[in-house]
């Protein structure tokens, strides 16, 4: 049974980072694409970032346009671990964002919910002032 567990949210201001983990367990996923999403109350769960797994599609990074250039995703794979590191965080990035891992060992990577197997509980992501 694969588990994935996020940590790192919180309140931040404006301009600020966080660094969000993810860490897996029930099986190796080193080889798996994984993915951040997030979901504001009201509105549908939105695609953030996605990582390629360490063969396939070799640590390649898909992010959406609004975070290119702030958020960076990342991967230890001896920790079995995602991260999602947030920068220039604005009251917009405000979501529970979710940790989400495929099954499939694939070089594609996707940004639709419905490819992903895995899904963690979420963490809160804060951005006020």
């Known amino acids: 049974q694969v588990q994935l567990v996020e940590s790192g949210g919180g309140l931040v201001q404006p301009g600020g980072s966080l660094r969000l983990s993810c860490a897996a367990s029930g099986r190796s996923l080193s080889r798996h694409p994984m993915g951040w999403f997030r979901q504001a109350p009201g509105k549908e769960r939105e695609f953030v970032a996605a990582?390629?797994?360490?063969?396939?599609?070799?640590?390649?990074?898909y992010y959406v346009d609004s975070v290119k250039g702030r958020f960076t995703i990342s991967r230890d794979s001896a920790k079995n671990t995602v991260y999602l590191q947030m920068n220039s965080l604005k009251p917009e990035d405000t979501a529970v964002y979710y940790c989400?891992?495929?099954?499939?060992?694939?070089?594609?990577?996707?940004?639709?919910?419905?490819?992903?197997?895995?899904w963690g509980q979420g963490t809160q992501v804060t951005v006020s002032s």
């Open positions: 989400a891992a495929e099954s499939a060992v694939r070089t594609l990577l996707s940004s639709r919910p419905s490819d992903y197997d895995y």
């Open positions: 990582i390629g797994g360490w063969s396939g599609s070799g640590g390649r990074t």
